[in-house]
């Protein structure tokens, strides 16, 4: 499986951004994608992922603000954030999990949010 995301930038504090991620490859031994984020100083955590059935599961933080969503493909998920805060600076990286617990990881994308 490989993963190609894009999307990040820089945008004001309020503002919204939508990331993408394409998967190719083995794509029919996905069962989960979603986004991690990685801020400065701090660990990875997860943003938010989606299954094939579509059940969706948020961080706290960025709930009510980011929403995940997957083309009826299963090929590509996206990331449309919302009320962006400074908070959310970081590089987000896609992920996919398959059937048998692999993990795969994209390249990474810069979002930068100013106050």
């Known amino acids: 499986v490989q993963l190609q995301a894009s999307g990040g930038g820089l945008v004001q504090a309020g503002g919204s951004l939508r990331l993408s991620c394409i998967a190719s490859g083995s794509i029919f031994t996905i069962n989960v994608m979603g986004w991690y984020r990685r801020a400065p100083g701090k660990q990875r955590e997860l943003v938010a992922s989606i299954t094939n059935s579509g059940s969706t599961n948020y961080a706290d933080s960025v709930k009510g603000r980011f929403t995940v969503s997957r083309d009826n493909a299963k090929t590509t998920v996206y990331l449309q954030m919302n009320r962006l805060k400074p908070e959310d600076t970081a590089v987000y990286y896609c992920?996919?999990?398959?059937?048998?617990?692999?993990?795969?990881w994209g390249q990474g994308t810069l979002v930068t949010v100013s106050s």
């Open positions: 992920h996919a999990r398959t059937f048998r617990l692999s993990d795969y």
